[in-house]
């Protein structure tokens, strides 16, 4: 997509968070902008962004002036800057970004953050806890006097959470709920073995049980690993410290393997950019690696493995492959 494109969206959006801001929208506006969100999966994610901007721009304006209007101007001066801002941060770290996500909805008082591929989001939350998002992920907080309602809809997630014992902190995956009153966990929707919800726990004590009772409750401790999936039941793995952090390791923009197979890594890479590693032969795919890489550069991750395990690097454009030798008819060209 060209640059132009985006700042268009990004236009659209920032006019349509403006004038919702104003007043109220008639009927036929609502139409109009939810058929516009509807169009594009693109629009839905600068839209949130708009709403993001707005609600930190006014939330420091009251802390400092008082709450301001917002001006009429349908891209007002104050989006523009907070996007050359962003764009700026964006090239100075290529995976962790400071584009904050969030929409809020009027309907269900509930708050939605989400990144694009490439983006790593630390939300501060209204209690003091904290929620760091991975690459491409969603979730939805909702919080009341007595619950704090988490669901993470898509992706994973890291959570550190402010102690309030009359207040959990309830985060829901899929049809997993983990239960915290104060502690550090991960819930992860991008599970590479059983398909289902893996529950890290860092520091702390949280309960992971099926949201229907179907399967039995279970309760972890810190350097613990939950895998859940109803028609396996919760499995219980202990973790150490070292390759919890390991695992952990997308917060700083890198990827870590342990064993897991090429095909594995390929499909991670995808997750952070969209130079995409294809591997046509099943038998290779089947390799397993160990190490830490740059979630940013799937190329440099294909030449490191083809080195170590004899294979060949063949690139053309956004297509990176691994083949054998034998395989490679022009390995002769190829960048290894």
Do not use: C
């Not at 919080?143 to 992706?155: D, F, K």
């Amino acid at each position: 997509m060209r640059a132009h494109d985006e700042r268009s969206i990004d236009d659209i959006a920032a006019a349509w968070v403006a004038r919702e801001d104003r007043a109220p929208l008639s009927a036929g506006d609502a139409m109009a902008r939810d058929a516009w969100l509807q169009a594009d999966v693109r629009h839905f994610g600068a839209y949130a962004r708009a709403h993001a901007v707005l609600a930190r721009t006014a939330r420091a304006r009251a802390l400092s002036n008082g709450t301001a209007a917002i001006s009429a101007d349908p891209a007002p001066p104050r989006f523009r800057r907070a996007r050359r801002v962003l764009r700026w941060a964006a090239g100075m770290a290529a995976v962790l970004s400071l584009l904050a996500i969030g929409v809020h909805r009027q309907h269900d008082d509930a708050e939605y953050y989400a990144t694009r591929r490439g983006e790593i989001l630390r939300v501060p939350l209204e209690d003091g806890s904290a929620i760091t998002l991975d690459s491409d992920s969603q979730v939805r907080v909702h919080y009341t006097g007595e619950r704090r309602s988490i669901t993470l809809l898509q992706g994973e997630a890291l959570f550190d959470v402010a102690k309030n014992p009359g207040r959990p902190f309830v985060v829901r995956a899929q049809e997993t709920d983990v239960t915290a009153v104060g502690t550090s966990f991960a819930v992860s929707l991008n599970e590479r073995r059983s398909g289902g919800v893996e529950v890290l726990v860092r520091e702390g004590v949280v309960d992971v049980a099926d949201t229907q009772g179907a399967v039995a409750p279970a309760r972890l401790l810190a350097n613990y690993r939950a895998l859940a999936n109803r028609s396996h039941g919760i499995r219980i793995e202990a973790v150490p410290a070292e390759d919890l952090e390991q695992q952990l390791a997308w917060r700083e923009g890198m990827l870590s393997f342990n064993g897991d197979t090429l095909s594995v890594a390929a499909a991670q890479f995808l997750r952070y950019s969209d130079t995409r590693i294809v591997i046509d032969d099943p038998v290779v795919g089947s390799r397993r690696i160990v190490g830490l890489y740059s979630a940013s550069d799937p190329l440099g991750f294909a030449r490191s493995v083809a080195l170590s395990l004899g294979l060949v690097v063949e690139q053309q454009g956004k297509v990176v492959r691994l083949r054998t030798p034998e395989s490679a008819p022009h390995a002769a060209h190829s960048m290894q």
